[in-house]
């Protein structure tokens, strides 16, 4: 018996669940341990991954326009970091950074491999396969920004309007939810989708997240 979206989803996310444990980063944030620098240079990193993926997920949506069930859930994916990186700039602005800091900042493999091979997918990926990916790390993601986001504001004292970024990721979004699942019932009726290369994209992706948060923990 064919198996459904929730059930490909929902499995992929469970057998591709990250090690917590290795994220060195996130702890010591929560724990207050993290230098400010440290909190300075994740909102400079993410200024770079957030402008790439907005373009990798136009490109997506480019590359599924003939599916209407698919495209919509890139769309609203680059429209996301359109609202991202509006946030982003009061947390940088809270960590005592200016234009001409985010300007002369030079960023690390480590922080970007993330959003370069996101940007591989782009190009090369079925997009049915891409939504199955994102789907799983999105769900570590947004664990962690809510640990970020509780942690920046009892340890380091940062306001509301500098956690703003962590809120957007933070919260459960049932739309953004259901066009992912609409997206895979596409793929799937499509003949689109590939488990195998679906789960090794979500590795992948997860692993690259984990080196983010790890090049940061050694900054």
């Not at 599924?64 to 970091?81: H, I, K, M, N």
């Not at 996101?118 to 199955?132: F, G, K, R, S």
């Not at 066009?179 to 090794?200: F, K, N, P, W």
Request: proline share 5%.
């Amino acid at each position: 018996m064919a198996r459904t979206a929730e059930e490909i989803v929902a499995g992929a996310v469970r057998e591709l669940a990250p090690d917590t444990a290795a994220n060195r980063f996130v702890p010591q944030v929560a724990e207050g341990k993290a230098p400010r620098e440290a909190i300075a240079a994740f909102a400079l990193e993410q200024h770079h991954i957030i402008t790439s993926d907005r373009r990798s997920f136009h490109q997506l949506a480019l590359r599924a326009a003939a599916e209407p069930s698919t495209s919509p859930f890139f769309d609203a994916l680059a429209q996301g970091e359109t609202v991202a990186l509006e946030r982003l700039g009061s947390l940088i602005a809270a960590c005592g950074l200016d234009d001409a800091a985010v300007r002369a900042y030079e960023p690390r493999a480590g922080c970007q491999a993330y959003p370069a091979y996101a940007a591989w997918l782009a190009l090369h990926a079925e997009p049915a396969d891409v939504v199955i990916a994102l789907a799983v790390n999105f769900a570590a993601w947004g664990d962690y920004c809510a640990t970020m986001r509780e942690a920046l504001r009892e340890q380091y004292g940062f306001g509301a309007e500098a956690c703003g970024f962590f809120d957007f990721f933070a919260e459960p979004d049932p739309k953004a939810a259901e066009q992912c699942l609409s997206a895979v019932r596409a793929g799937l009726d499509a003949g689109r989708v590939t488990e195998r290369l679906a789960h090794r994209y979500g590795r992948l992706l997860q692993e690259y997240e984990l080196m983010f948060w790890n090049t940061l923990a050694g900054a």
